[in-house]
């Protein structure tokens, strides 16, 4: 039995979820340090001071340290090295500040955008002994970012800092809790239903998603769409345009508080359209086709490896017209659409069944 500390900057959605499906599956006992999920770029250049205070005050040595991407890993170990110093590391990136697209409303893009998060993430995963991403594409958007990253510096570029990252890099998938959809499963199949279940944010590019209703709309086809996902303050204008033009299609607008009626709805909707410019793994679609939502998903990001090559040609589009193509003929064509079950596929997420990677890979870096 080891013990892992597991420090979590920004414990809150995906990342909380993530770290507490840990403690709960791992046959390892996992200490969680943290801070609230609020102010992410107050928590990478200053987290690591208030969570290297509470790691020295642990009251037991542990066996790994494993911090997440929004840790400053640098600061982190210089201020603990006293008890760190002999023990193994490892990062876990559940997204990076060098392939995220930057919002236009970003008050530090109007100055341009500053270097620096990326930066914490390249010298963090540097000073790592082990460094592990949630996908393929993220491990390989990680190193060409990191390239073109240091490329814009005056000199001394250490360009060999990506290879060196490469050799200690992993990919090992996010672990979900997708059990606990099962007992929501429901058959009341009405009008074709859409599905949009993602962040309400410009990084989930929502206008080509909204265009191919209002076509549809436009051309009198029948469907009904629920809007689920969280919403921020500055939320896409689209949203408040589509909450008008599809007043008469829209049967659920907002984010679910409740689990409970989140999965209600994931398991009733018939098509998850996904138009993201962003997604380093991809868990509100691997919920979705979990609980038999016929995808139809964009050629980039992750969502090529989430599917067998054998389900490509059905389920992947190459740009908006074929995704208008395909989503007419899903909802024309309902009774066939609503065949689609790809469940046992994506069992393999489920942190039952995918714990036992984690913890014999824990088990290796302390050997």
Aim: hydrophobic residues 35%.
């Amino acid at each position: 039995l080891m013990r892992i500390a597991l420090i979590e900057p920004y414990f809150s959605g995906s990342h909380k979820l993530w770290a507490s499906g840990l403690k709960k599956y791992s046959n390892h006992k996992i200490e969680i340090i943290s801070l609230p999920g609020k102010y992410w770029k107050w928590r990478m250049r200053g987290g690591a001071i208030t969570l290297a205070n509470d790691f020295m005050e642990l009251d037991y040595s542990p066996d790994l340290v494993l911090a997440t991407d929004m840790l400053d890993l640098t600061t982190f170990l210089s201020l603990t090295r006293s008890n760190s110093y002999k023990l193994p590391i490892a990062i876990y990136f559940h997204e990076n500040q060098l392939s995220y697209p930057w919002s236009i409303n970003d008050r530090d893009l109007q100055k341009k955008p500053d270097r620096h998060y990326g930066f914490i993430n390249v010298s963090s995963a540097l000073v790592a002994d082990h460094v592990l991403f949630n996908s393929n594409y993220h491990y390989e958007s990680f190193q060409n970012e990191g390239l073109k990253f240091l490329k814009n510096f005056p000199d001394r570029n250490e360009l060999d800092v990506m290879q060196k990252i490469k050799k200690k890099s992993k990919v090992l998938y996010l672990g979900m809790d997708l059990s606990k959809f099962d007992k929501y499963k429901t058959s009341a199949k009405r009008e074709p239903l859409i599905l949009w279940n993602h962040r309400w944010e410009y990084d989930k590019n929502p206008e080509p998603f909204f265009q191919s209703l209002f076509r549809l709309k436009d051309e009198g086809i029948n469907f009904k769409v629920a809007l689920l996902g969280e919403s921020f303050n500055s939320k896409p204008n689209i949203f408040l345009e589509a909450k008008k033009i599809l007043k008469n299609q829209i049967v659920h607008y907002g984010y679910c508080d409740d689990f409970s009626a989140y999965a209600k709805w994931v398991w009733m909707a018939d098509i998850l359209p996904v138009t993201s410019n962003q997604d380093f793994f991809g868990g509100s679609v691997v919920e979705s086709i979990y609980c038999s939502t016929y995808p139809l998903l964009p050629n980039r990001l992750t969502y090529p490896e989430l599917l067998p090559r054998t389900l490509h040609s059905k389920h992947i589009y190459s740009n908006n017209e074929d995704l208008y193509i395909k989503l007419k003929k899903c909802i024309l064509d309902i009774e066939e659409t609503r065949k689609f079950s790809q469940k046992k596929l994506f069992t393999s997420f489920d942190w039952k069944n995918i714990i036992t990677n984690y913890d014999n890979l824990f088990e290796s870096f302390i050997r």
